[in-house]
Every structure is written in C-alpha cells, then in structure tokens.
C-alpha cells in the first residue's frame, strides 16, 4: 500500500526567507511523487516530479525538492518565498509498479507568506 | 490552451435530487480520472478510465455514483439521491500513457456541489 504524509498543515515563513514543506512517503514500489499547489478558485498545478532519476528535482517558480530513500522523505523547498507562493501544497505518490495510476494525496500544506 | 475542462463549475442542489458532471480531458490523454476533495482535505481518488474502459473504482464510490467515459474522449459522474455528505469539489484530471509526460495528471479547475 502507498501512503502519503504532510508533516505541517500550516507554514508561516516571512516575504524573502526560505520555504521547507516537509513530506514523507511509504511505497512497497518504486514511488513517482509530485508536489502540486492549489491557488484558491484555482484547479492543482505541477511544481515538479520525481521518477527515479535524479534525485534532487527542480521544479517551477523557483521550487525543487530531493528524494531520500533511506528516510522516505520528498521534502519541498524554496531559497526565497514570494507573496505570491501562498497556497496549499500537497504531495502526492503514485506507483505505477503496483498497478495503478491513481495519485494519493497528503492532506495538504497552507503556505502562509508574512510582508 | 485547451486544458482539463469540468462544467459546470458551481452546482447547488436539493437532497434527493441527481446531478451530473462533465469534464472534457486534454484532447490527446487516454487516461481520465475523478477525485472528491473536501474542505481541508486533500483530494481521494474516486475512479479511472484508459479510453473508455473503467479500470479503478474506489470504495468511495458507492452504488448511487457513476462514471461513464463513452466514447473515450469526455467522461460524465452523476450523483444520484445526493445526500449532505455528498457536498464536496469533484475534481477531473488526464494524463498520456506514453512519452516523457506519461503518468502526469493535470487537472481542471474541479466541480464545486452544495447539497442542502
């Protein structure tokens, strides 16, 4: 079984400081993982993907995480938060290895950005 | 840009009452999938379909749901009896099967129901 784990639900980072969104995963396969983010009235967008190639991703907007197997995580980061990234976050796993391709969703991440 | 297209996208409706979805995938994606998202929550896959075959119902997706992808291009959900649980944003995303694209899910901008 494939599960997903948000390890914040709210971040509070000020204009100009890093952004960290933290996420862990558990995959009997080889997972794919994705972070997407949700503007409000806004359908999910792609910040980036990982499938087994390297493992530091880069992402859009200045985005990019690194995968970590050996501590299951797939941690989101950002040198410098802008007003515009606040939004919610989710990290997702999918394993087409198991047989599906359907996506598990964390519960999300509200990325709040103080001026 | 012709992304993943869901109409409508507000629907409000009585208890009791049947409603029906309809999300238009990107043109050349053979694959479409339905998720339920509810406040605070982040969204749970319902089903999915390669062309127009049903290859994924979740246990969320009891008897008074159902999807249809006919012809393999749009795909319908409709809702029948809906009950006050049932208020939630019915979200609809497609992906390739092949190329460097495949597996991604892009998705539209989600059906919003409020069932009073």
């Known amino acids: 079984a494939q599960s997903v784990t948000q390890l914040d639900s709210h971040v509070s980072v000020s204009e100009g400081t890093p952004v960290l969104l933290r996420c862990n995963y558990s995959?009997?396969?080889?997972?794919?993982l994705f972070w997407y983010v949700q503007h409000p009235n806004k359908g999910l967008q792609l910040l980036l993907k990982?499938?087994?190639?390297?493992?530091l991703v880069k992402g859009i907007n200045g985005f990019e995480a690194e995968f970590k197997k050996s501590e299951t995580s797939f941690h989101l980061t950002k040198p410098s938060a802008h007003m515009s990234d606040a939004a919610e976050y989710f990290c997702?796993?999918?394993?087409?290895?198991?047989?599906?391709?359907?996506?598990?969703f964390g519960t999300g991440t509200r990325l709040k950005v103080l001026a | 840009d012709t992304g993943v297209s869901q109409d409508p996208r507000h629907k409000i409706t009585k208890r009791g009452q049947n409603v029906t979805f309809r999300c238009d995938p990107i043109?050349?994606?053979?694959?479409l999938y339905w998720y339920r998202q509810t406040l605070g929550q982040g969204p749970e896959f319902l089903t999915y379909?390669?062309?127009?075959?049903?290859?994924?119902k979740s246990r969320l997706l009891s008897d008074r749901f159902s999807a249809e992808r006919p012809k393999g291009s749009f795909s319908t959900l409709e809702i029948q009896r809906t009950e006050q649980g049932d208020s939630a944003m019915y979200l609809c995303?497609?992906?390739?099967?092949?190329?460097?694209?495949?597996?991604?899910?892009?998705f539209g901008a989600g059906t919003r129901l409020s069932v009073l």
């Open positions: 043109s050349e994606h053979n694959r």
């Open positions: 995959s009997s396969y080889s997972p794919s």
């Open positions: 997702v796993v999918s394993g087409a290895g198991s047989g599906t391709y359907k996506y598990i």
């Open positions: 379909f390669q062309n127009e075959a049903q290859l994924e």
């Open positions: 995303a497609s992906s390739l099967v092949s190329g460097s694209a495949k597996n991604i899910q892009y």
């Open positions: 990982y499938t087994s190639a390297a493992t």
